[in-house]
């Protein structure tokens, strides 16, 4: 998923990614929930 | 490179929107996905994580400060052996029975707990010197003796709990509720029956010092100078403190930008420049002006000792020998008592005679009255005594605060006429506060100006300041600017402090953020 060399990443930027990518483990967490709650799309 | 990776989430997350959920086997294959997603997600924020840990790790590479205790003690036991080997006070205050016997009859008027304590101190200290009391030397008045007959059956340990000795104390405090104080003279009468043998310890302990720190006073205070120093430059060098501080909250790095540091400097420095490496040529001089304000500061919290010893330094002349005539006094009326003493005691042996035992209980207990009335006289007159004596007119500041700081009951005073409150803890506070600032190897002025002398200090500070294009007037050494000023120093040195320790405003931001937001020690 990514495919660069953290190490060259800025302070900055690496906390960035961090915390995006934590943000979206909490939006898929939240898919998931609502996906076992609700029934059926139609 | 950070919108690569956000488009790419973006990418995903259309993928998983656009999954079917229309029947349960599309459900549970759109539920595998996120899933499996997820799964990816935590892995590679691992893969972060990882990095963020051992960048942060490798800015914070550093142990824990913890104080040297073995520093501190030699730091406790050299001001024990200054104040032990001083040439200004006696054997009384050296062993610290001036202390224990000025608590005795001023202070814990409730507490028979803390007052056993002390009587088994001042029992102690006469056995250091080598002289061992028992009930029979407290027979200065009959009920001191009748409640230390009972204080030297009850065994040692049990002395501060035992109930006897507690209904012992009630019974005779309603007949006598001066017991503790003629206790307290009875101690004082033994010293000065003994006060050779107080000498003789003394000048052997005071050998002993110099023979141990193999040097003579101005040694041993260089030594102790020399302590203080190292470790006041341990804590300052210190980069586990300096990262604390900022991790805690206590400093924010948008202080330490180099404009705002320049902007310090231009308040402080009169001679302007637009090079930060020109203005740091002045950090010596800064550092030297912060501790002459703190000095400043210190004096003015203690200049009313100085005051004190000015008020009587004044008259002094009337104070010459003026403890003879209360000695005299004293023995005279203490023989008389010890002989009443002795028939009292007779006297309630046989347990007759009732009158006449009560006229004579009614006697001595007048005589007791007048001898600590004596006694409290004869602490005074020794204080003054001890200035005419002592100071001599040419004593800087420091001098006074030694010479007072030496004799433990005339400091008291002192200070409890400058307090408001006589509070047992603010008078601590004040003796602990006096201790640190005539031990600090910091002093520059108070240990040079003559006592006596009427100085501007201040203008002093500035006059010699502005010699060194530092700006500092008077009046911000006298308010509360002296405050401001403090802190644009001290963040002056610390931002040159940063540099040294490698330590970048980034750094210092990127391990804030980390420290705030993402428990690190939760995850790896």
């Given at each position: 998923m990514i495919d660069v060399n953290l190490e060259k990443l800025t302070n900055e930027d690496l906390l960035e990614i961090y915390f995006e990518i934590e943000n979206y483990i909490k939006k898929l967490d939240n898919d998931l929930e609502n996906a076992s709650k609700d029934g059926v799309k139609k | 490179m950070i919108e690569k990776i956000k488009n790419k989430i973006v990418a995903i997350d259309e993928v998983l929107n656009n999954?079917?959920?229309?029947?349960a086997r599309n459900k549970s294959k759109y539920i595998t996905e996120v899933d499996k997603v997820k799964k990816l997600c935590i892995k590679e924020q691992d893969k972060v994580l990882i990095e963020i840990k051992k960048r942060y790790d490798s800015i914070c590479d550093t142990v824990e400060y913890k104080e040297d205790e073995l520093q501190n003690k030699a730091i406790d036991n050299i001001e024990q052996q200054l104040y032990f080997i001083?040439?200004?006070?006696s054997p009384v205050d050296k062993i610290g029975m001036t202390e224990i016997l000025y608590r005795l009859n001023?202070?814990?008027?409730?507490?028979l707990n803390e007052i056993n304590k002390d009587i088994i101190m001042a029992i102690d200290k006469f056995k250091e010197v080598g002289i061992v009391l028992d009930?029979?030397?407290?027979?200065?008045s009959v009920y001191g003796l009748e409640y230390m007959q009972n204080f030297f059956d009850t065994p040692l340990e049990e002395t501060t709990t035992r109930k006897s000795l507690k209904s012992c104390f009630e019974k005779i405090y309603w007949q006598c509720p001066n017991l503790i104080k003629y206790i307290d003279i009875n101690f004082r009468m033994l010293y000065r029956k003994n006060e050779k043998k107080f000498d003789m310890y003394a000048n052997d302990q005071i050998k002993k010092a110099f023979i141990e720190q193999d040097t003579n006073r101005e040694g041993i205070l260089e030594k102790l100078y020399q302590l203080k120093l190292q470790k006041d430059e341990l804590k300052n060098q210190n980069k586990y403190l300096v990262i604390k501080d900022f991790l805690d909250g206590?400093?924010?790095?948008?202080?330490?930008?180099e404009e705002k540091i320049k902007q310090l400097y231009g308040n402080l420095?009169?001679?302007?420049?637009?090079?930060i490496k020109v203005y740091q040529t002045y950090n010596p001089e800064l550092i030297k002006l912060s501790c002459s304000l703190k000095e400043y500061q210190q004096y003015s919290r203690f200049s009313y000792i100085i005051d004190a010893v000015k008020t009587i330094y004044k008259e002094k002349?009337?104070?010459?020998?003026?403890t003879k005539n209360s000695l005299k006094e004293i023995n005279k009326l203490e023989s008389k008592t010890m002989k009443l003493n002795k028939k009292i005691i007779k006297l309630k042996k046989k347990d007759k005679a009732k009158f006449k035992l009560e006229n004579l209980l009614l006697i001595t207990n007048t005589n007791l009255l007048t001898l600590n009335k004596l006694y409290e006289e004869l602490d005074k007159n020794k204080s003054c005594e001890n200035i005419y004596n002592m100071?001599?007119?040419?004593?800087?500041l420091l001098d006074i605060f030694k010479f007072v700081f030496a004799h433990y009951d005339y400091l008291v005073e002192v200070i409890k006429d400058h307090l408001e409150e006589n509070n047992e803890n603010d008078i601590l506070t004040e003796i602990n506060g006096l201790k640190d600032f005539i031990y600090s190897?910091?002093?520059?002025y108070v240990g040079n100006m003559m006592f006596l002398d009427e100085f501007n200090i201040p203008m002093v500070i500035s006059d010699h300041y502005k010699l060194l294009n530092i700006n500092i007037a008077e009046e911000n050494i006298t308010s509360i600017d002296v405050d401001s000023i403090h802190d644009s120093i001290d963040k002056i040195i610390l931002f040159e402090k940063l540099s040294r320790m490698n330590l970048s405003t980034t750094d210092i931001k990127f391990i804030c953020e980390v420290n705030k937001k993402i428990k690190l020690e939760e995850y790896i």
């Open positions: - | 999954m079917p959920q229309n029947n001083s040439e200004l006070n001023h202070f814990y008027k409730n507490n009930s029979d030397d407290f027979n200065y206590n400093k924010k790095i948008d202080d330490y930008t420095i009169s001679k302007k420049t637009d090079d002349d009337k104070y010459k020998d003026i100071i001599k007119p040419n004593d800087s190897p910091y002093n520059y």
